[in-house]
């Protein structure tokens, strides 16, 4: 199985930086979509943010200009640098990875959002 590995998460003041970190390992097949979802207690998961192989990315309308995605295609990683969060931003984010043949999940890493 492809294993997703997420880093970078913890807790932070408002206002303050996360850099998340994700690393694919394992894959049969080239990875093509890369995101970070979210899901905060008592919500649905959302997707955060997504990149293509190409460099296109998509963003929650609620973090565009405060988060950007990016990525290693050789390494498998992805990354999501997070600026000014805010006490909303609080949830468990994930890491996802689409391939021509299946979509994998990591465990999450939680991020906090406090003063």
């Known amino acids: 199985q492809v294993q997703l590995v997420e880093s970078g998460g913890g807790v932070v003041q408002p206002g303050g930086s996360l850099r998340l970190s994700c690393a694919a390992s394992?894959?049969?097949?080239?990875?093509?979509?890369m995101a970070w979802y979210r899901q905060a207690p008592g919500k649905q998961r959302e997707l955060v943010a997504a990149?293509?192989?190409?460099?296109?990315?998509d963003y929650a309308d609620s973090v565009k200009g405060r988060v950007t995605i990016s990525r290693d295609n050789a390494k498998n990683t992805v990354a999501l640098q997070m600026n000014g969060l805010k006490p909303e931003d609080t949830a468990v984010y994930y890491c996802?990875?689409?391939?021509?043949?299946?979509?994998?999940w990591g465990q999450g890493t939680q991020v906090t959002v406090s003063s």
């Open positions: 996802h990875a689409h391939t021509i043949a299946y979509n994998y």
């Open positions: 394992g894959s049969r097949f080239t990875i093509y979509n």
């Open positions: 990149i293509t192989r190409a460099g296109s990315t």
